[in-house]
Structures are given as structure tokens and as C-alpha cells.
């Protein structure tokens, strides 16, 4: 109970264990992995695809993309890419009705430990829109910051953009306010003038650029341009159509 922000409508906590903690008690819950995995599901879905998310690129997930009749991400490559991967602009022209299976340590991990909650991707490209569903949904909402992991010992590495994108998504709902949730807001609200500069100044982002992805890093800064609300109905990522 000491972890879980139940006394709070609007929650915020990092990574795996902030899933653990906040998804059993929440309505639902929104996943942000700003570079790139929540900006590549924005992008692809709003475009027509089905996403599914998948934890690791390895044997099984080629297994896996058969058993759903799906094409698999390939890893992002240094300089070039060739086919879809975890850069976003690799999926800007992905044509409606794309099955695509997209592994990432984070924000598919996370993904898939949301249990029975229903599970929204955000980012900085979507936050209105995301919040805005969220809030029609139910009262108790858990944002959920991805993170990295370190290189090194797999460890969490809280990073710069997933607060940001928090923060954004955090800042058009309506309710009581968790500290942690709080300082995520106030967070954005301090950087919100730049998002593209400090975006490609912080570590993540400068990474990306020293790989040669400067074009995503510019992609997931963009603010407010998307109403796509990627909805994880069964094992994938739709864009929500709400009805007529």
C-alpha cells in the first residue's frame, strides 16, 4: 500500500515495478517510452498498423511473429536502417493493415505486464489525445515512465524524455495529483519551451544522433500533432476509432 499512490487519482512511477505497483489498482495505464518505442506505436498506428508488442528480438520472436501472421521489427541499425525497427521514421509510410511485431526492453516489456488493465501507448506526440481517453475511461490513471536499462548491469536508468512524456500526459488530466505524478508536471512544464532541444541534449537523445538517428529524435519531440490513441485490444496495438 506504501507504494501503489492508491490516495491519488493520478499516479506516476518507473519501469516494471511502477507496472507491478500501480496496474492492479488503476483504470487503466499508459505506457511512455518517448525514444522510441511509444512514438514508433503512435506513428504506425495512426497510420493503419497493428502492433504487437514483444519483450526481446530473439528465437522466440520469430516464432512468435509466425504464430500471429505478423512481418518482425529489425534491430536499428548504426547509420542505416532497412525495413521496419524501433526508429520511428523507419515506420512514417507503413501502409494500413501492416501486422508488425515489435520487440523493445521496455516499452513491450511493460506492455506486457499490464495484466487485465487497460493499456495505452503515449508520448509527446499524442499526449492530449491519450489523456483525453484516459480520462473518459476511468478516474484512477497510472503513467508509467519506461526508462532505459544500463549496458552494464541491466539496471533502470530513469530517463530525461519518458519523465517529459509522463509529465506532458500527466499535465491534461483532472484529479488528485501523487508527488511523483506532480514533479513529472512540473517537469515538462519547465522544459516545454524547447522539448526539441533538450530532447536531442539529453542522453538518450544524444545517442540516438551519434547513431545517426537524429530525424527520430526530431519525430518523437514533436508536441501535440497526433489524436492517434494506440489501444492494446487483445495482444496488439490499434489506433481507438471511437464509435459513432
Known sequence: MIY???EFNLRCEWGTQGVAQLAPISDVVVIVDVLSFSTCVEIATNN????FPYAIRDESAIDYTKSVQAELASHRQR???TGYSLSP????QIPAGTRLVLPSPNGSFLTLHTGNTPTLAGCLRNCQ?????AQKY?????VIPAGERWKEDGSLRPAFEDLIGAGAILSYLHGSLSPEAEVAVTTFQAFQHDLIG????CSSGKELIEKGFESDV?????YNVSDCVPFLTGNAYVNYTPQA
Not at 493503419?48 to 502492433?51: E, H, N, R, V
Not at 521514421?89 to 512514417?92: C, D, G, L, P, T
Not at 533538450?198 to 541534449?201: A, E, G, Q, R, S
Request: no cysteine; net charge positive; aromatic share 10%.
Open 218 to 222: 526530431e519525430l518523437s519531440a514533436a
Open 4 to 6: 501503489n499512490q492508491s
Open 138 to 142: 476511468g478516474d484512477k490513471i497510472a
Open 79 to 81: 547509420w542505416t536502417t
Open 89 to 92: 521514421k523507419s515506420v512514417a
Open 198 to 201: 533538450y530532447l536531442k541534449k
Open 48 to 51: 493503419g498498423a497493428i502492433i
Open 129 to 133: 489525445a491519450v489523456a483525453q481517453f
